[in-house]
Nanobody, 129 residues
Framework: VQLQASGGGLVQAGDSLRVSCAAS????????MGWFRQAPGKEREFVAS????????FYADSLKGRFTISKDNAKNTVFLQMDSLKPEDTSIYYC???????????????????????WGQGTQVTVSS
């Protein structure tokens, strides 16, 4: 499975931005896809995830309400809509895919990076003040 992230860029505080992640290859093996981010000097953290067969998406508590994850199964693509962006949202955003069903219905597992088998190259999002 290969993941290709796109859509990052430079925006101003308060703006919106949508990033995309297209999966290719053996996508039928995937159960969930998600987004993580890593700011300079910080550890990579969970942002959001969604089951590819339906179900409630999971979000980092601090981002719920501003970020929305969605999917287009026909295109094997997930999206992350980011609204009311803040300078502290500046990070490299990585998409990831999991073959573990645990990530589809248990949030604690959905946030664990070790349960994601495949990672994209990351896309830079920079929010200026």
């Amino acid at each position: 499975v290969q993941l290709q992230a796109s859509g990052g860029g430079l925006v101003q505080a308060g703006d919106s931005l949508r990033v995309s992640c297209a999966a290719s290859g053996r996508t039928r093996s995937l159960d969930a896809m998600g987004w993580f981010r890593q700011a300079p000097g910080k550890e990579r953290e969970f942002v959001a995830s969604v089951s590819l067969s339906g179900g409630t998406p999971f979000y980092a508590d601090s981002l719920k309400g501003r970020f929305t994850i969605s999917k287009d199964n026909a295109k094997n693509t997930v999206f992350l809509q980011m609204d009311s962006l803040k300078p502290e949202d500046t990070s490299i955003y990585y998409c990831a895919a999991s073959t573990s069903t645990l990530t589809t219905y248990v949030k604690d597992y959905a946030t664990r990076q070790t349960l994601y088998n495949y990672w994209g190259q990351g896309t830079q999002v920079t929010v200026s003040s």
